[in-house]
């Protein structure tokens, strides 16, 4: 079973900043990783898949990078919809798993 | 418009069943793999189960469920379900269906979920 984990628990970042959050699996889950956004109330969205390709209308500023076992989804400059909980999660294999996620929130 | 709509959640009292429902619309449904994904109270999402797609579907559990829930599919009817028995504590949480992209299983479309609780 893969355990992912992720890191900082918590991000304060200013809004315009950038914000750069981390994902690792316990073994590598070669580029099936994907990231999600959840806001309160809300079922998770999908921001990125293989690693690195972002979803159908999600905005150019969410990119994602990694590979193996180690991932990072950078936002570049923060809006104010971004404040919210990401989590990562891999399909490599059976169980499907989520990262604990990372709360972005305003500094 | 791709949608999935979730029912059948309520309060339960441990040791008891619940079935729960999954409707789709939008898309060709009987193609994708369709997962139930739960999230407990101020939890992460947890994966709980996966059927492939086609008329017998094959299936996936997370061990926490395994021997406990059932996953089916009625591909004439778009409808996923969840036939969750022996049910604990541990089992409450926010119940979503949410369809896997093409060939991969990561999910691209989520429904609202349902409320399962487990209490006496």
């Known amino acids: 079973e893969i355990v992912m984990t992720q890191s900082p628990g918590t991000l304060s970042v200013s809004p315009g900043e950038r914000a750069t959050l981390s994902c690792r699996a316990s073994?590598?889950?070669?580029?099936?990783l994907a990231w999600y956004q959840q806001k309160p109330g809300q079922a998770p969205r999908l921001l990125i898949y293989?690693?690195?390709t972002r979803a159908t209308g999600i905005p150019a500023r969410f990119s994602g990078s990694g590979s193996g076992t180690d991932f990072t989804l950078t936002i570049s400059s923060l809006q104010s919809e971004d404040f919210a909980v990401y989590y990562c999660?891999?399909?490599?294999?059976?169980?499907?798993?989520f990262g604990q996620g990372t709360k972005v929130e305003i500094k | 418009e791709v949608q999935l709509v979730e029912s059948g959640g309520g309060l339960v009292q441990p040791g008891g069943s619940l079935r729960l429902s999954c409707a789709a619309s939008?898309?060709?449904?009987?193609?994708?793999?369709i997962s139930w994904v739960r999230q407990a109270p101020g939890k992460g999402p947890e994966w709980v189960s996966a059927?492939?797609?086609?008329?017998?579907?094959?299936?996936q559990y997370a061990d926490s469920v395994k021997g406990r829930f059932t996953i089916s599919r009625d591909n004439s009817k778009s409808t996923l379900y969840l036939q969750m028995n022996s049910l604990r504590a541990e089992d409450t949480a926010e119940y979503y269906c949410?369809?896997?992209?093409?060939?991969?299983?990561?999910?691209?479309?989520w429904g609202k979920g349902t409320t399962v609780t487990v209490s006496s």
């Open positions: 949410a369809k896997s992209g093409s060939y991969q299983h990561y999910m691209d479309v």
């Open positions: 939008g898309f060709t449904f009987s193609s994708y793999v």
């Open positions: 059927i492939s797609g086609g008329d017998f579907g094959s299936t």
């Open positions: 073994q590598s889950v070669n580029s099936n």
């Open positions: 293989g690693a690195s």
């Open positions: 999660q891999q399909y490599n294999n059976w169980p499907l798993a």
